[in-house]
């Protein structure tokens, strides 16, 4: 089914015409002939835009891409929400784990606003410089390094086969590839970042260990945190990381602005984490 929440269509009549064969038309062996007319007329340059203007390259063959060819749309609820936030408060966006860039070109484009994005992976560091450059009007400074909790040399594993989303640190030394791991207080620091409105941390599992690195007393705690919490996990590192912000002041609700109740669906897995005290101001 098409989702009713549709942000992406073809940059071009060719594309729109592409998706919407992909959307609307059903037929037996569909599949082969769609990615017989990708490999044709789109490998490696299928372009997307936003209702907002921005431009990202998809793949088809990835779970994020196949995701807005076939529906318009990927974590819509969670862009509409986060651009909520940043126009009602324009300021800094800081994408952590920002793959490919689809949150930090969507919103880059919203007056007002500029970006942080932090990606260790050297595949969507890549991926991500390209869609940017797509986007010339973005302010984005990008960061090429993983956080945590302190200063080290982190294990990474590739993504999974069809999913570039799914990129994260290991969870124990056996490493695709090594990483410089920093901390989000630095990242900041160095950058003379004084306010961060919207951080939005997507890091496979590592979310907790980000949050630790980052100095929440300080200048730069964030008013609004986009989590991804992700249900398959552990319940119990799930359960720590949401009461390591509640006991620091921040309210929790779920991305629709609705109330979160432990236990409930997590709507597309990301929750919303707002500062009690400068959301009250």
């Not at 929400?81 to 966006?93: H, K, M, Q, T, Y």
């Not at 069809?162 to 791991?181: F, K, P």
């Not at 900041?188 to 004084?194: D, N, Q, T, V, Y």
């Not at 620091?248 to 597309?268: A, C, F, K, N």
């Amino acid at each position: 089914m098409v989702s009713s929440e549709k942000v992406w269509d073809g940059n071009g009549l060719l594309s729109r015409l592409y998706l919407g064969y992909i959307r609307w038309v059903p037929h037996p062996g569909k599949l082969r002939l769609v990615r017989a007319l990708y490999r044709l007329f789109f490998e490696n340059r299928l372009v997307v835009q936003s209702d907002n203007g921005a431009n990202i390259r998809i793949e088809i063959d990835d779970y994020i891409g196949w995701a807005i060819a076939a529906t318009g749309s990927y974590e819509p609820a969670t862009l509409k929400s986060a651009r909520r936030l940043l126009n009602e408060r324009p300021g800094i966006f800081v994408d952590v784990g920002a793959n490919a860039g689809l949150f930090s070109c969507y919103l880059g484009l919203e007056p007002g606003v500029s970006c942080i994005a932090i990606e260790p992976h050297p595949v969507q560091l890549d991926r991500l410089q390209k869609n940017l450059e797509l986007n010339s009007s973005i302010r984005c400074e990008l960061v090429a390094a993983a956080v945590g909790a302190s200063f080290e040399i982190l294990p990474m594993k590739d993504p999974h086969k069809g999913n570039q989303g799914t990129a994260a640190i290991a969870e124990s030394e056996v490493a695709d590839l090594w990483v410089a791991g920093t901390t989000l207080t630095d990242v900041l620091s160095k950058l003379g970042c004084e306010a961060v409105e919207l951080m939005k941390i997507d890091i496979e599992g590592y979310e907790l260990q980000a949050i630790q690195g980052l100095d929440l007393q300080g200048s730069a705690r964030p008013r609004h945190i986009i989590l991804e919490v992700n249900e398959l996990a552990e319940p119990a590192g799930r359960a720590a990381t949401i009461d390591y912000l509640v006991r620091r002041g921040y309210g929790v609700s779920q991305i629709d602005g609705s109330d979160y109740v432990p236990g409930e669906v997590i709507l597309e897995s990301n929750l919303i984490f707002s500062d009690s005290l400068s959301t009250a101001q």
